[in-house]
Nanobody, 121 residues
């Protein structure tokens, strides 16, 4: 069983930065595919970024690459999302996800409770 707890959300002005953290429990964390998703008001949840086990490779939603960076620290069971040059359209609830195979699966193994990010114009 893996539990995911996000932190680091908040209110920021457009152009600002935030770093989200996801703390994971469980001894097999390093073997999990991890990702960040977000859900804006009235919209479906969408993938923001993902990182393979041991950080072997990463992937981003096309429009976010260059502004957002995902990373992981397996020694601390943490996954980060560094968000720069934030825009009002980045506002939403950001969720951490983990899966034994891929966070792109239709039914991901584990989700965090989410952290709110609000970007003011």
């Amino acid at each position: 069983q893996v539990q995911l707890v996000e932190s680091g959300g908040g209110l920021v002005q457009a152009g600002g930065s935030l770093r989200l953290s996801c703390a994971a429990s469980g001894r097999t964390f390093s073997t999990y595919d991890m990702g960040w998703f977000r859900q804006a008001p009235g919209k479906e949840r969408e993938l923001v970024a993902r990182i393979a086990p041991n950080g072997a490779n990463t992937g981003y939603a096309g429009s976010l690459k260059g502004r957002f960076t995902i990373s992981r620290d397996d020694a601390k069971n943490l996954v980060y999302l560094q968000m720069n040059s934030l825009k009002p359209e980045d506002t939403g609830i950001y969720y951490c996800a983990g899966d034994r195979w891929s966070v792109l699966r239709s039914r991901v193994d584990y989700w965090g409770q989410g952290t709110q990010v609000t970007v003011s114009s």
